[in-house]
């Protein structure tokens, strides 16, 4: 087992209630040891097997419940649908 963390940034966030909203739909996936959801910040950061999970399962997630995500490189950028470099996890 590899525990990864991962932060992903979120758009379309605009109160608790869609925090509470996305860590819900994040924290039922297999794999998943936990989920913290800001939406001031448009942050998630997610711990995760890695062996079970991936954060494209996590982004799927997000965006079934009407939000658009993407992996967080350190600054807010433009959200599409941009390809996910699993050699980009942080190991922990």
């Known amino acids: 087992m590899t525990e ?14 869609c925090e509470k909203t ?3 739909a994040v924290k039922n996936l297999p794999g998943i040891f936990g989920i913290n959801v800001n939406y001031r910040n448009k942050i998630a950061e997610i711990s995760f097997d890695s062996e079970k999970a991936s954060m494209q399962q996590a982004i799927n997630a997000i965006k079934s419940k ?5 992996i967080y490189n350190g600054s807010e950028q433009s959200i599409e649908n941009e390809k996910i470099d699993d050699n980009s996890f942080e190991e922990r």
Do not use: F
């Open 22 to 24: 996305i860590a819900k």
């Open 4 to 17: 990864l963390k991962q932060k992903i940034l979120i758009e379309g966030m605009h109160c608790n209630a």
């Open 66 to 70: 009407g939000y658009k995500a993407s």
